[in-house]
């Protein structure tokens, strides 16, 4: 969940800093109050492309920053690692994005920077909207797939079918290289062995090639290196404050015995003269690591020399050098027996085959099982939402072997009675979009592991019960995850369990917008949905606002 939001100069706001908690969190004001911006933040630290316009008028950039709790799950930390970012800190994700009026943005990942490919990849695990002008994850073939699988409990089982299919993905990657190679001369040949001869002479790995670069480095400067610790050593030495410690040591000595209070200050005068020794100390060694001998700086520059000409040609990191070797590798492995290994390799691809279509055979049985009654349980929840006479249902067809199995899942929806079955994305509108998500997160609420959801006109052209109905579903979906929701509904705001009060404030010259928490602060939680209710000074919608809160708690 985010813990902590910051926003700076974005849209109308100049800033605003939020702690927020787990559960329902309700953002109301008046049209127009800038309720956008909040969601604006989000969506940027979600990885969404944003104009340049969205920087305040006057600034020169727009900033939003976000700490978000990750816990034991193991998908932040795996994708970290995948797109070699910084790893969580104490379960904390740290993301940072600024927006430059006239400059390129900065984005930065628990301190480390990175790019918007990257944020958008982590965009999508922890944060799901859901109203008009997001993305619109459900309308994705691959999203109701991913719902489906949930539901019908399949993790571990698409997990053993996806290794096989990336081992016969691969398996045919080589039959195609080896079949489409061509023969190599023995002059290639040779020239070849050569070059993958100089590559094994030397270590390749990231650890290896860093610490040859800095002992070249320190080799190449040794002169001056040199200097420089002769001129540290004799300054902590006996000619600078080697000679200058010990009296001042001894002058403490006396001051303490005078002075109590001056104790503590002749003990961190003491710890002063250690540390100064342990400096001189390390110096010394490190300038000691010097000497080294003509043929050893010879095979440095030789390797040093090496590495530079195998970077230039194929790369311009170790990795890429690692890579073209591998290649050379297969290269010349090819020059053997091809047709028997082409043969070998293609049998264990068709056996692969066939044992991937029997797991996507299972898959197909457990999909078209669970497809029933999660869209059994989302018609349900569709009804008392407001849609009476709506129908869903969960499609699976038969498909070309895939990465996910054999099939193809598409979610079928008709809003009203009379109406054909069509494609979701071809029937909804954002509102109802929105609480067909509703609907299908709250059935999911138990497997779904998306920690933040936010909802946007998922109240549209809904009101009385049915809008009370759909605040109760989404404090209920606050219980396992951190729902946001921008409501005009004063029966949805009422049940949240924080409340973010938005206003916008003019004058001839300005326009600033600001967001308030009024969660623990009760009149002013009333008057808000007073205000909601038609008329914050009217004596009746007070107290309606006053009975909304007691039933709500």
């Given at each position: 969940?985010?813990?902590?939001?910051?926003?700076?100069?974005?849209?109308?706001?100049?800033?605003?800093?939020?702690?927020?908690?787990?559960?329902?969190?309700?953002?109301?004001?008046?049209?127009?109050?800038?309720?956008?911006?909040?969601?604006?933040?989000?969506?940027?630290?979600?990885?969404?492309?944003?104009?340049?316009?969205?920087?305040?008028?006057?600034?020169?950039?727009?900033?939003?920053?976000?700490?978000?709790?990750?816990?034991?799950?193991?998908?932040?930390?795996?994708?970290?690692?995948?797109l070699d970012l910084p790893a969580c800190d104490d379960g904390l994700l740290?993301?940072?994005?600024?927006?430059?009026?006239?400059?390129?943005?900065?984005?930065?990942?628990?301190?480390?920077?990175?790019?918007?490919?990257?944020?958008?990849?982590?965009?999508?695990?922890?944060?799901?909207?859901?109203?008009?002008?997001?993305?619109?994850?459900?309308?994705?073939?691959?999203?109701?797939?991913?719902?489906?699988?949930?539901?019908?409990?399949?993790?571990?089982?698409?997990?053993?079918?996806?290794?096989?299919?990336?081992?016969?993905?691969?398996?045919?990657?080589?039959?195609?290289?080896?079949?489409?190679?061509?023969?190599?001369?023995?002059?290639?040949?040779?020239?070849?062995?050569?070059?993958?001869?100089?590559?094994?002479?030397?270590?390749?790995?990231?650890?290896?090639?860093?610490?040859?670069?800095?002992?070249?480095?320190?080799?190449?400067?040794?002169?001056?290196?040199?200097?420089?610790?002769?001129?540290?050593?004799?300054?902590?030495?006996?000619?600078?404050?080697?000679?200058v410690l010990p009296r001042l040591l001894k002058a403490a000595e006396d001051?303490?015995?005078?002075?109590?209070?001056?104790?503590?200050?002749?003990?961190?005068?003491?710890?002063?003269?250690?540390?100064?020794?342990?400096?001189?100390?390390?110096?010394?060694?490190?300038?000691?690591?010097?000497?080294?001998?003509?043929?050893?700086?010879?095979?440095?520059?030789?390797?040093?020399?090496?590495?530079?000409?195998?970077?230039?040609?194929?790369?311009?990191?170790?990795?890429?050098?690692?890579?073209?070797?591998?290649?050379?590798?297969?290269?010349?492995?090819?020059?053997?027996?091809?047709?028997?290994?082409?043969?070998?390799?293609?049998?264990?691809?068709?056996?692969?085959?066939?044992?991937?279509?029997?797991?996507?055979?299972?898959?197909?049985?457990?999909?078209?099982?669970?497809?029933?009654?999660?869209?059994?349980?989302?018609?349900?929840?569709?009804?008392?939402?407001?849609?009476?006479?709506?129908?869903?249902?969960?499609?699976?067809?038969?498909?070309?072997?895939?990465?996910?199995?054999?099939?193809?899942?598409?979610?079928?929806?008709?809003?009203?009675?009379?109406?054909?079955?069509?494609?979701l994305d071809q029937i909804a509108s954002s509102g109802e979009a929105a609480?067909?998500?509703?609907?299908?997160?709250?059935?999911?609420?138990?497997?779904?592991?998306?920690?933040?959801?936010?909802?946007?006109?998922?109240?549209?052209?809904?009101?009385?019960?049915?809008?009370?109905?759909?605040?109760?579903?989404?404090?209920?979906?606050?219980?396992?995850?951190?729902?946001?929701?921008?409501?005009?509904?004063?029966?949805?705001?009422?049940?949240?369990?924080?409340?973010?009060?938005?206003?916008?404030?003019?004058?001839?010259?300005?326009?600033?917008?600001?967001?308030?928490?009024?969660?623990?602060?009760?009149?002013?939680?009333?008057?808000?949905?007073?205000?909601?209710?038609?008329?914050?000074?009217?004596?009746?919608?007070?107290?309606?606002?006053?009975?909304?809160?007691?039933?709500?708690?």
């Amino acid at each position: 969940m985010i813990r902590r939001l910051l926003i700076r100069d974005l849209a109308l706001m100049d800033r605003a800093e939020l702690t927020l908690g787990p559960g329902f969190t309700v953002v109301t004001g008046e049209t127009g109050a800038g309720k956008s911006v909040l969601l604006g933040a989000l969506s940027l630290l979600a990885g969404n492309r944003a104009p340049r316009t969205i920087v305040r008028k006057g600034a020169e950039e727009c900033a939003v920053e976000a700490e978000l709790e990750c816990g034991e799950d193991p998908r932040f930390a795996a994708l970290l690692n995948e797109l070699d970012l910084p790893a969580c800190d104490d379960g904390l994700l740290i993301l940072k994005r600024s927006v430059h009026a006239t400059k390129a943005g900065r984005i930065s990942v628990n301190g480390g920077s990175a790019t918007l490919a990257q944020l958008e990849k982590l965009g999508e695990i922890w944060i799901d909207f859901h109203g008009p002008g997001e993305p619109q994850k459900l309308m994705r073939p691959a999203t109701q797939m991913e719902m489906l699988d949930l539901h019908a409990g399949l993790g571990a089982r698409l997990d053993e079918y996806r290794a096989g299919w990336r081992r016969r993905q691969a398996l045919l990657r080589e039959a195609d290289e080896a079949t489409g190679a061509e023969r190599l001369s023995e002059d290639e040949e040779t020239f070849l062995r050569s070059q993958l001869d100089r590559m094994d002479s030397l270590d390749l790995s990231d650890e290896a090639v860093v610490r040859l670069e800095r002992e070249h480095g320190r080799a190449s400067r040794a002169q001056e290196l040199s200097a420089l610790f002769s001129q540290l050593d004799a300054g902590l030495g006996s000619d600078g404050l080697g000679e200058v410690l010990p009296r001042l040591l001894k002058a403490a000595e006396d001051a303490a015995r005078i002075d109590p209070e001056a104790a503590a200050l002749r003990d961190r005068l003491r710890s002063l003269a250690a540390e100064a020794d342990d400096l001189r100390s390390d110096f010394s060694r490190l300038a000691r690591g010097l000497s080294v001998d003509e043929e050893g700086v010879a095979e440095l520059e030789g390797r040093m020399n090496l590495w530079l000409e195998l970077r230039r040609k194929h790369g311009p990191d170790a990795a890429s050098v690692r890579e073209r070797r591998e290649a050379l590798r297969r290269r010349l492995a090819s020059q053997g027996d091809v047709e028997a290994r082409v043969a070998a390799v293609r049998a264990e691809a068709a056996a692969l085959e066939k044992v991937l279509r029997g797991q996507a055979g299972a898959l197909r049985t457990a999909r078209t099982k669970a497809a029933e009654k999660l869209a059994s349980a989302a018609r349900r929840m569709l009804g008392s939402l407001g849609f009476k006479k709506a129908d869903l249902r969960v499609d699976v067809a038969s498909a070309e072997l895939g990465p996910d199995g054999a099939d193809a899942v598409r979610f079928l929806f008709c809003p009203n009675a009379g109406q054909d079955l069509l494609p979701l994305d071809q029937i909804a509108s954002s509102g109802e979009a929105a609480r067909v998500m509703l609907a299908l997160k709250t059935v999911l609420a138990a497997v779904d592991r998306t920690p933040v959801l936010v909802f946007d006109e998922v109240d549209a052209n809904v009101g009385g019960e049915i809008g009370a109905q759909v605040g109760r579903e989404l404090a209920a979906l606050g219980g396992g995850h951190q729902v946001f929701c921008v409501t005009h509904l004063p029966q949805v705001a009422a049940l949240g369990h924080s409340h973010l009060v938005v206003t916008k404030t003019q004058d001839a010259r300005t326009t600033a917008v600001a967001i308030d928490p009024v969660h623990g602060r009760r009149k002013e939680r009333e008057s808000e949905l007073a205000r909601m209710l038609g008329d914050r000074s009217s004596k009746v919608a007070l107290a309606h606002a006053r009975e909304l809160l007691d039933g709500a708690s």
